[in-house]
């Protein structure tokens, strides 16, 4: 396993050229073409998607559907990014989806084409996992983006699903959300609905547009579409309008704000499959499917107020401080945060943004182990144009979080701002804790 592992992590090393569509479809013909016998939902989008893809997982499988989910990033081991009915594979079988992949690779190199990036080799991975897990459904989450995306090779999902929208990786998807749209919204097919988040005003046009030139059936969701109902236990518990112009009612297992909006787009969804009869599922299942889900590292409650959220962009860090807020009025407590993050982020409005609306009593800042972190000094620096309270920098993610802990006091204690940090924090917690 740590030998595959090593391999995998190498390939940006000596696969740096992404192979066209066309050729990732040669690779899938080679493989004679597995994803064409599968149903998938194919789920794009900035903020939200892994969140949608585990709550998908989840309600089908309480129907009594088996899943195949295909997602990323991994927090902590890279089987993490494939799932069978929610649980990771076995090491035996990543391992053989690995030999099966790599012998691939080098047929395929044999003949001109260019070696595998890691995405793609991990998509190829998939494939060879979902052919002989025989899933009813596989749940596919993009990558980076959507319209040149490696897992938009597909041909004819059953569904389609777009998440919210925000500014991220605006050096590959565009400057303005209309632009970040038209890349999201190229997994769309032909004839395929459509279920996405309408409440970004400047991505609407877009998607709408490319959904009447495929003849896209489509089922914008909003905000409008659910009503909060109360909180049992911190949970947010909310009505959602179905299709049929009925209702359901789901208690969310996330403190988290934005959960909200993310669980009434995969009801839709399953809404969406139900009335075009594609998979059947009662409101009983809905309803158990999310109460059952777990998506680790997204306002995830790791120890006693203690939080770890992988808000790591404009949307997911509002989104994030929006909690924040609301759990700080809830309870009077003081807030500590704990953040790190990578240098191509735009940082500096994370943190403004972050610390609007809450009372924080307390910054550490962690280097994150990526050569792509910021610098702890750097983000101490851009904290300190905000806030008077103490912030320290620590040159290590198991340094920060021992001063973290310690520091924390009776307050509310919140880690955000790069996945990479939460994956190190899991780690710590994993070895220290059995978390």
């Avoid at 190829?124 to 980076?144: C, H, Q």
């Avoid at 609905?193 to 970004?200: K, L, M």
């Avoid at 909310?238 to 112009?245: E, K, L, M, N, S």
Wanted: proline share 4%; hydrophobic share 40%; aromatic share 8%.
């Amino acid at each position: 396993m740590k030998e595959i592992e090593e391999y995998l992590n190498n390939i940006p090393m000596w696969a740096d050229k992404k192979n066209s569509l066309t050729d990732i479809r040669r690779y899938l013909e080679a493989m004679d073409n597995p994803d064409d016998a599968m149903r998938i939902i194919h789920v794009a989008g900035t903020n939200g998607k892994g969140s949608v893809c585990s709550y998908l997982t989840s309600m089908l499988h309480e129907a009594g559907f088996s899943v195949g989910t295909f997602i990323s990033p991994h927090l902590e081991t890279i089987r993490e990014r494939f799932l069978v009915d929610g649980e990771m594979v076995s090491e035996e079988e990543f391992g053989q989806a690995f030999e099966q992949v790599k012998a691939l690779a080098d047929r395929m190199t044999s003949v001109g084409l260019n070696p595998p990036t890691y995405f793609e080799f991990l998509f190829y991975m998939s494939m060879v996992i979902f052919r002989k897990a025989g899933p009813d459904f596989v749940i596919l989450e993009t990558g980076l983006g959507g319209r040149l995306d490696v897992t938009n090779v597909i041909r004819k999902p059953v569904l389609t699903v777009l998440t919210s929208l925000s500014m991220d990786h605006m050096q590959y998807l565009g400057n303005t959300l209309a632009e970040i749209a038209g890349e999201k919204a190229g997994i769309m097919k032909e004839g395929v609905p459509a279920v996405y988040d309408a409440n970004c005003p400047e991505s609407l046009p877009v998607i709408e547009h490319r959904a009447e030139l495929l003849g896209c059936p489509v089922y914008p969701v909003s905000r409008r579409d659910y009503t909060f109902l109360g909180r049992d236990d911190g949970e947010p518990r909310i009505a959602i309008r179905t299709i049929d112009g009925g209702q359901v009612v789901v208690t969310i297992p996330s403190q988290a704000e934005y959960q909200m909006m993310n669980v009434t787009v995969a009801v839709r969804a399953v809404g969406v499959l139900r009335s075009r009869r594609i998979a059947w599922l009662s409101a009983a299942d809905v309803a158990r499917g999310v109460r059952c889900s777990y998506w680790p590292g997204r306002m995830e409650e790791v120890l006693p107020g203690v939080y770890l959220d992988g808000a790591h962009n404009e949307g997911g860090i509002q989104a994030l401080s929006a909690t924040i807020s609301r759990l700080q009025q809830e309870t009077g407590r003081p807030v500590s945060l704990m953040f790190g993050a990578m240098s191509d982020k735009a940082h500096g409005k994370m943190i403004r943004d972050l610390c609007r609306g809450i009372r924080v009593q307390r910054v550490t800042i962690a280097h994150v182990d990526s050569g792509r972190s910021a610098g702890a000094e750097e983000l101490a620096k851009e904290f300190r144009q905000e806030l008077a309270c103490p912030i320290e920098a620590f040159d290590t993610v198991e340094e920060a979080w021992r001063d973290f802990l310690n520091h924390k006091g009776e307050g509310l204690a919140f880690c955000a701002g790069s996945l990479y940090l939460i994956g190190s924090v899991k780690g710590i917690l994993h070895e220290r804790h059995n978390i």
